[in-house]
């Protein structure tokens, strides 16, 4: 476990480092770590708050405002659907019910076997392609209930995303 | 004081003058108009969150009407009146219906989530906690079971606006359980109405930020990293956030549900800051809380651990109630008269220099001037010191080089200052609120430089930390120096004008070379230049020193090495500047001020000194003795030896057992007179031939002399029941009197200052009466308006007087030497020779040096709960030089044990090439410090808070 958390903390110094060149706030370097971590472990906040000269409480002050971050690791493969207004409109409910309803969950988490993490999304970028939906970052348009079941069984077996 | 530059406004048609630079509610405030407010607090930013200090500005605009233009009195629209800044002939609404409706509508929506049954009915103040409520409000949900219940601003705001019987009762519930595993603090967040008073007060005051806003919108509230326990969030306990809170929660755990009768203030006898405390006094005459006064000048609203959490020994059951008198061999119940004819039976006889008296920290002026009366008019001896001056040269070693033994300057200028140089000093712990003006000074933009070899909480916020060798802060100093004046850093015109000694420091500082320094400390050459260049470019540099860890021979060297440097600098006799020396013990330095010193009668008059002497001998009536007594270190070394038979002790004390002395007690045990004037049966009284029950600060009337020269006048806030405690003084004339002395007639404290101020010329105009006579009215409270339930304790308040105070007219001199130096001159004092470290191998062959900190951010901790305790748990990290663990056969990793003067530490070897060879350092956390302290069974762990000394010490492979 240790020396676990001794690489995640030389991990964690990395990308802190390569990332201080620029204007290093506690908001960029929070978004430094989720991108390249996936999450936000509590050895990030603490190194965060070594790098921009606060305290831990401050930092999570930041961190713990903005849901976007996750403070566990994801899990494989992550499914975000896309809720914003034109989805909505194109059909964005019935596509979050069969999703959720595929994954056997009643709301944004985890599965239990840790496998897909599924998140609501307030706009993927895509309006044209509504509804839509991204698994593991890559987007899938003009969905239909149907169309977006078969994705998610299909990303339930397939190996896991790497970043 | 100066009104003619005040600002008229008008506040709903009343004239109303405020200072330039305030904000209109500060001026309703001051004037006694009630705007409700919830998030505002003084001291702090306005932060406008609460919108409940809503006001409107008048404004007269020209309108036409039938053709002709006439003037129109308007209303602009609604802003927070604790963000709008006064300004000449400003007219301002707060009280109109579209006002107090925005402010109801605000109102519920605060009371939305907050337990308001009782808040919005009519029989709030008639309920007791075993009535029925018609109305169903639950238990849990009732302001007769909330701690802050009289003291509550919410339901001030509530009850000023008239807020109707709100139908339903419901309200969100937050459901979060009560924290109240952390010492000290109980923290309610179903309560919080989310003001941020709390974590301003930490981040803006205090510099700490260990608590935070978490998460947001509907769920946004206050907490630490993570959830973490305050314990690993840099919590310094100074119980700020609990003093600011408005309502229910957070709170004081001792005493929670206690409710004040009566407040009265009193001078904190737990340092020397001298913070005014208002103490909250119940029905029980127990002393229930501390809440530190905001308008007084050396704490300014702010209190530490000691201070809010270190007074329980007031209400301690094993206060001593009657004298004890040892009848074969033990300590027997007696009363006064017989334990004072016991002592003035066998006092006599030690007449002479046989008799030795010690003062404690806490003995106010009146106590240690009779003390040194006694022992010097009554005793003829003039062994009389106070038990805390461990190191007595920390302020007296001032006076050679500059004329007066105080610090220069009063301590919120630091705040001002543009270099702070903090030498071998914890402020955090052992003077904790004169650290916050070096934080907020810092925020400014101070320079900060510490000097230390330990890691002490001041080293996270210095833009310099510079850690010598244990032993050789000394030698640093001269190194800074000598830079100083080779790179012509020196302040010329002021060492031209004003100081002596240049040549003679010049030719003493000749070893102390870059170079030598360097090796000699092992700090880095471009630090030492980096400090000297800091402190000397400074518009106003000041120095705060504590000679923690300074071997005693070279105390007195090092203070003058101080003085050099401010002189030097030109950095004496203007504000925020100076030097600051932070004298150990509540009165230790009013102490010295009125003459329990073994040279100096009151008023820092030699005992040699023939014209003082005789003056005094004609006032007392008596022949005096003249040569100087022994101190505190000589006096305890005396008794030992046997040529000290018989002392007169007031207090225990820790410094007997601090290290710093040898072992006081056993001196003690040699005695065959020991008299102790405690509030409890400690040590030293346990080895007492005679015990008298002492009053505690609470229960008498004294002043005291904090470390800015500030004589405070601390009055008698309880009146105990069923105890025979009485106060230094009275006993010490009841003594004095068995005794058959003259001059000892008095009948209070205010008398026995009154004989200070004739024979101490710097308390010259100085007097009881006249401390409680300037006090200042800071608050002008309308009766018929509810108040701010806090500000209520700020109505009068005395700021004190500075010494020297020449008459009864003028006030003090907050900075000395502002008008040159008593001597004409000051004299730059001339270094020792570097001395030279020889290693002690032996038995300890390194040096341990112990750090304590708030935070350690880049530290994994555990933090477990113990029977509902929260308890630090993580491997302590010793760190070591690589080379010094190879000869140990260590490498990273490994545990080990360190034995240092009997106490024997665990932790894993950390390899640190900075770490200097031959030392072992750990800094452990304050948090483990504070559960000790919360879990203490001493009647008073505040006094004996462990230091943290360097110590030699052994090094040896651990077990994991």
Known sequence: MLSEGVTLRAAIRQVL??????????????????????????????????????????????????????????????????????????????????????????????????????????????????????????????LTPRAARGRVEALKGSPAHRR | MTTDNR????????????????????????????????????????????????????????????????????????????????????????????????????????????????????????????????????????????????????????????????????????????????????????????????????????????????????????????????????????????????????????????????????????????????????????????IPELNAPANRGQACYKGKFGLEFVNHQERLKRPLVRRDGLLQEATWEEALAYIAERMPAYRGAGFAALASARTSNEGAYLLQKFARAVMGSNSVDVDSNTRPALARAL?????????????????????????????????????????????????????????????????????????????????????????GLEDKEFLAAKVGGLVELWAALDPYTLEVVAEATGVPMAQIREAARTYADADSGAIVYALDNVAPLEQAAQVHALADLALATGNLGKPSSGLYPLVRGANAQGSADVGAAPDLLPGYQRTEDEAARSRLEERWGVRLPVEAGLGLAEALHAAASGSVKAMLLLGDSASYTSGELQDGYEALERLELLVVHDAFLGQAAQRAHVVLPATTFAEEEGTYTNLERRVQLSPRALSPRNSEARPAWQVLCQLAQRLGAKGFEFSSAAGVFDEVASVAPIYSGISHGRLVREAVYTLRPDPRNPLPTQLVHSDRV????????????????????????????????????????????????????????????????????????????????????????????????????????????RGIVELRESQHRGVVSMTTLFGELATRLQASEDPDPMARVPLLSIRPARVEKGVR
């Open chain 2, 399 to 487: 006076e050679q080089p500059l004329g007066y033994a105080a610090a220069t300057n009063t301590l919120w200028e630091l705040e001002q200052s543009g270099c702070i140089l903090v030498v071998d000093a914890n402020l955090t712990e052992e003077h904790n609120v004169a650290g916050v003006p070096i934080k907020r000074g810092v925020r400014k933009g101070a320079r900060l430089i510490v000097i230390d070899t330990r890691e002490v909480e001041l080293t996270r916020y210095a833009h310099l930390w510079l850690r010598p060798r244990p032993g050789t802060t000394l030698s640093l100093l001269g190194g800074i120096l000598r830079e100083i004046l080779e790179s």
């Open chain 2, 798 to 905: 005395s700021r004190g007087l500075l010494w020297p105070c020449p008459d009864a007219v003028r006030a003090g001199a907050p900075v000395l030497y502002a008008d040159g130096f008593p001597g004409g001159q000051a004299r730059l004092m001339p270094l020792p020779e570097p001395s030279v470290l020889s290693a002690t191998p032996g038995e300890f062959p390194f040096t341990f040096v112990p750090g304590r900190v708030l935070a350690q951010e880049e530290r994994d901790v555990a933090v477990e709960r113990v029977g509902g305790v929260n308890h630090i748990r993580r491997d302590e990290r010793v760190e070591m030089h690589p080379m010094d663990a190879t000869d140990l056969g260590l490498s990273a990793g490994d545990a080990v044990e360190v034995t240092a003067a009997g106490a024997r530490l």
């Open chain 2, 7 to 290: 600002i008229t406004l008008r506040i709903d048609d009343r004239e109303v003058r405020a200072r330039p630079g305030t904000v209109v509610l500060e001026a309703a405030i001051e004037a006694g108009i009630y705007i409700p407010y919830l998030c505002y607090h003084p001291g702090m930013k306005p932060y406008a969150a609460c919108r409940m200090c809503m006001v409107q500005e008048e404004v007269e605009v020209e309108v036409e009407r039938d053709g002709q233009k006439v003037k129109e009195k308007q209303l602009r629209p609604v802003s927070a009146s604790c963000t709008m800044p006064v300004r000449e002939g400003l007219v301002v609404r707060s009280a109109n219906d579209a006002l107090r409706n925005l402010q109801r509508g605000v109102m519920e929506m605060l009371l939305s989530e907050h337990p308001h049954g009782c808040l919005t009915c009519h029989r709030v103040e008639l309920c007791g906690p075993e009535d029925i409520c018609l109305r169903h409000v639950a238990v849990n949900d009732r302001c007769v079971f909330c701690p802050k219940n009289e003291r509550c601003e919410l339901k001030d705001s509530v009850r000023f606006l008239g807020m109707d019987l709100l139908s339903p009762l419901s309200y969100k519930t937050r459901g979060l359980e009560l924290e109240a595993a952390d010492p000290f603090y109980d923290r309610d967040y179903n309560l919080c109405i989310v003001c941020a008073r709390c974590v301003r007060v930490c981040e803006e005051v205090r510099g700490d930020n260990a608590i935070t806003f978490v998460e947001r919108a509907g769920k946004a509230l206050v907490g630490t990293s993570r959830g973490s326990s305050l314990l690993e969030s840099g919590c310094e306990f100074c119980g700020a956030c609990l003093d600011v809170c408005p309502v229910g929660a957070l709170v004081e755990r001792e005493h929670k549900w206690d409710k004040a009768v009566r407040v009265s203030r009193a001078v904190c006898p737990n340092c020397s800051v001298g913070c005014q405390l208002n103490l909250e006094v119940n029905r029980r005459e127990k002393l229930i809380r501390a």
């Open chain 1, 17 to 142: 480092q390569s990332h201080r060149d620029g204007a290093a706030t506690i908001l960029s370097s929070l978004l430094a770590l989720e991108d390249a971590l996936g999450y936000i472990p509590p050895e990030g906040i603490e190194e965060v708050a070594e790098l921009t000269h606060t305290t831990t409480n401050d930092v999570w002050g930041v961190a713990s405002f903005y849901p976007n971050f996750r403070f566990d690791p994801p899990c494989e493969h992550t499914i975000e659907v896309c809720w914003g207004p034109t989805c909505h409109l194109l059909g964005a409910p019935a596509v979050v019910k069969e999703v959720l309803d595929a994954l056997g969950l009643a709301n944004e988490g985890d599965t239990p076997d840790r496998s897909i993490t599924f998140k609501f999304n307030t706009c993927l970028g895509a309006c044209a392609q509504a509804p839509v939906m991204a698994l593991d970052h890559h987007l899938y348009g003009r």
